[in-house]
């Protein structure tokens, strides 16, 4: 029998059930395997918005130093909350294949789009590019996991909270009244789940090769390669999004001021056998098209 390898997760009810779904398609290819969940910084502060703790890889550091410490041997993570650089000593095992990477409105109503409203987000990104398409609304801070992002929604007299629609749909949370937000680009990678081992653990390694999704890694790299060329980390208001079609990555990308005022675009394609560098030549077109302007000034902002 192979060597049980231990999954290091999460607690939260979305991060264990991504840790499970590894965890079955594992044992499904013959590899025994146990999960390990943990608290990570993220889910433990929950009274400060995710900007204002200035820790990079909030929800995935706690896990990596598990895994340094050989305590587990390997850690499942969204992927959108891996930073754009592994520790020392961790590498990328495999990608699954993407679920829905876009983001939804979750709403008690749609008559407060053309009117004042109040809507709730702990994002930077969503936030921004709703106030650039509706600059008269209120955005009020909304942290904690999916379960309590949802309750909090039902106790307030907010009208309209932002999800990312893989979560809620992933453990059966999707309501009754949502909005898919087709116009809004999502953070990089979300919707992918990536699993890390410690570099030159070879068994893990090969157990996790069936298991990467070679479509989804292509894009997912474009993307992240695309926000650590902007250096924005998970703090600036930054979307991407990748689309492999008929042999090429169809990308689109943005930056975004604060207070949703000013942005900056870029759509471009490539072939996808030959994407290396892509996703930089694209931040670069958007620091050149006034983007270095917005990023300086999300930077003071955020270091006050």
């Given amino acids: 029998m192979s060597k049980r390898l231990r999954i290091g997760t999460r607690d939260s009810e979305l991060a264990l059930w991504q840790a499970r779904r590894v965890q079955s398609l594992l044992q499904a290819g013959g590899q025994d395997a146990e999960l390990m969940p943990v608290k ?3 889910d433990l502060i929950l009274d400060k918005p995710l900007y204002e703790l200035g820790i990079t890889g909030i929800f995935t ?25 592994l520790p020392k000593g961790i590498v990328q095992a495999a990608v699954l294949k993407r679920a829905n990477p876009l983001d939804i409105l979750v709403h008690k109503g749609l008559d407060f789009l053309n009117a004042e409203g109040v809507v709730a987000t702990g994002s930077l990104r969503r936030k921004a590019q709703w106030l650039h398409r509706y600059p008269l609304h209120e955005i009020v801070d909304l942290r904690g996991n999916v379960n309590t992002r949802m309750q909090k929604l039902a106790d307030h007299g907010w009208d309209a909270a932002i999800f990312a629609a893989a979560g809620l749909e992933r453990i059966g949370l999707l309501p009754d009244q949502f909005s898919t937000l087709q116009w809004m680009l999502p953070a990089p990678a979300q919707g992918a789940m990536m699993v890390v081992v410690r570099e030159g653990d070879t068994h893990a390694l090969e157990a996790l090769s069936g298991l990467n999704d070679p479509e989804t890694e292509r894009c997912t790299a474009v993307e992240r390669e695309f926000l650590r060329e902007l250096e924005g980390g998970c703090t600036a208001p930054i979307g991407a999004l990748a689309v492999e079609e008929q042999g090429r990555i169809r990308f689109r990308g943005g930056l975004f001021s604060l207070d949703g005022a000013d942005k900056v675009l870029v759509e471009k394609d490539a072939k996808a056998d030959a994407i290396a560098g892509f996703g930089r030549q694209c931040a670069r077109e958007i620091l050149d098209s006034g983007g270095g302007a917005i990023l300086a000034a999300v930077k003071k902002s955020l270091s006050r």
């Fill in 40 to 42: 990570s910084t993220g």
């Fill in 61 to 85: 550091k706690t896990l990596d130093v598990a895994l340094l410490r050989k305590d587990i041997d390997l850690a499942v993570h969204s992927m959108k909350d891996v930073p754009t650089a």
